[in-house]
């Protein structure tokens, strides 16, 4: 499999650490959002894209997009180790925790909105700053309620599952942004067990070949 | 089971029109959004929801948010007939539309948003319809080059699915916000022989009880 991606990119991290996870070998190929106005804009990558987001998972004849929609067609290909283990109440709360980050947080802070809050709102950096937050915490309020009712030794339960994918990188970019994460206890002690499975560190976005630090 | 929703919303219309889709009776509680400050930010309905946000089922002790986990849950307790028909790959690319409109698209053109460009960023209404404008043609490009690739009848070949689920309520939301839609002819057509679908029909935000026409 080849998976395009960018380094920093938290939709990126999650096919990493979802790869690692079912032990699928791939070929990465780095898709650099910044330089030349952005990579993902080339048409030759968005041939493969048409979003112009990252990542892109190849898998022979496959050609997928959106790192939720990669996770389940690897659920579906290479069921073992699960990501969505336990019975269909259980597979429920991980995919609303999964989207809780991915329909409503990510999209928006990712690039493309901070380009266009700064680009053509002309927002300050403050108020910019002040927009991360908002989003981050009312998203982190809520995902920590919700632990309250599922969580274990991960997000729901005692077994790994997409909604701990989706939690790291979620949890790196508040990171990155300077989000306080003092408010949300479950949350960070998951978030703390999750960095040490060796699957999870391999995908950090700092010992990828794009890398730049 | 019980639908907590509101009739404008397009996540609850993606969930009624599943329901409908797959014969499921259910009682309908609406949520107004805006009256009383907005019904979901209750805390009765925070319990339920701590997004505050709609919609809601409850299947007995099941409690579920996030519409696309709702489509999911009732795929794996109710698989006929299905949301995801097909081979792996065609389960992909429907999850990915899907994932392209309630991922990328809604996040940044729903309620919550438009309040926070108005009233913390004080952004103007011609600034504020050059956002939607931005991102609904973002959005539906990418769709519609996509549908290129896989369209059938429907959105992924010939049979009813989850990314249809999601494309009709935003073709409606477009149409509220007053986007041009000409420059979609796939998409479009495929909205209207969704349209003609008795199930989707019922789904409609004009038929709920709490319906302000």
Redesign the interface.
Known sequence: MELYGYWRSSASYRARIALNYKQIDYHYIPVHLIKEGGQQHKQAY?QLN????VPTLVDG??I???S???M??LE??HPQPSLLPGN??Q???I??L???I???L???INLR?QQ?LSQ??E?SDN?KQ??LQ?WFK??F???E??LEEVAGVYCVGDQFSMADVCLVPQVYSAQRFGIALNDYPIMMGIYQRLLELPFVAAAHPSKQPDAEV
Chains 1, 2 share one sequence.
């Open positions: 968005r048409p979003n112009g987001l004849k496959v997928l997009h959106q939720l929609a990669i389940e067609y579906d290909t269909a109440q597979r429920g709360a995919r609303a999964a989207l809780d991915a329909s409503e990510q999209p928006l909105v266009y053509q709102l927002v108020a002040a927009w908002h009312q998203s309020q809520a995902f309620r919700n």
